[in-house]
């Protein structure tokens, strides 16, 4: 044989034993990226972030949060849709950007069951009714009586049309037979900050962005919107109480693009069951006013995103509210 034949096959030879084990490396062998479709800073950025790093410490892997921002969420949620099936790509989002947005957007550039897997529903984040400290109602059941005076026309901020915090007014207008006027605003800081400055009296918002105004006494909160009483404000009532059937809970959970190979997705499934049945995470969310989703399977998680996006199609639909 000769000395050129004999150095391609050392070159085939070592090209073969650095392409085996690389093919045969267990998932995951290298950072998994975590789409936030929201910004920095707001409730699911902050689960993300904590459901993560827990999530890759328990794989033995990095789990790196990328927050991907726009048009209520659809920036982020279609680029997890069209990316890469293999695992490294992960959704973690809110049920307003996945069961209220394909109603409201004429093409939101995602099919948000066909498109996805369900990984696991980390928890329910409730939204808060908060009036400003000089509103005359001291409670809810106050707040409704005024409500239903014949002229009353009350107004309340939310994030913008179509936004969860919108659609929460919506459902109270229908369910409770009263008259509040939207008035949308370019996101729930500059909503919030008309009603803490007077210029408006109602707001929705959801619970981790306001605990810090309720525990000051910036605004005042009259009811949450789940169906229960938070933990973090069990003197508050739940809308529920006086208004039968309203709900109106947001949900946080993950999923990874449909065709992720199934080995993949069970690790995934496996990784975040663990990872929320730890005491420190809990701890941890719960300060942030996130309720722990109860064990649930991928088929239940599908099962409530089916739930939503038919009850919010009907609430959409209802308020007239439409994003191009």
Known sequence: MTFRALALLSLAAAALCTAVPAAAQPYPSRPVTLVVPQAAGGTNDIVGRLVGQKIGELMNASVVVDNRPGAGGNIGTQLVAKGPKDGYMLL?????????????????????????????????????????????????????????????????????????????????????GISLQHVPYKGVAPALNDVLGGQLPIVFASLPSALSHIKAGKLRALAVSGEKRSPVL???????????????????????????????????????????????????????????????TPDQFSKLLQDDLAKWARIVKASGAAVD
């Open 92 to 176: 973690m989002t809110i049920s307003s950007s996945q069961a209220i947005n394909p109603a409201l957007y004429k093409n939101p550039g995602f099919d948000p069951v066909k498109d996805f897997k369900p990984v696991g529903l980390i928890g329910a984040v409730p939204n808060v009714l908060l009036v400003n400290p000089s509103f005359p109602a001291k409670d809810f059941n106050e707040f409704l009586k005024l409500a239903r005076q014949k002229g009353a026309n009350y107004q309340y901020a939310s994030a913008g049309n179509g936004t969860l915090n919108h659609l929460l007014g919506e459902m109270l207008n229908s369910m409770a």
């Open 234 to 296: 069990p003197e508050v009532p739940a809308i529920a109480e006086a208004v039968p059937g309203y709900n109106g809970t947001l949900w946080i959970g993950l999923f990874a693009p449909a065709g992720v190979p199934p080995e993949v997705l069970a690790t995934l499934q496996d990784a975040t069951r663990k990872a929320l049945a730890a005491k420190d995470l809990r701890d941890k969310l719960e300060q942030q006013g996130v309720e722990i989703a109860a064990p649930t």
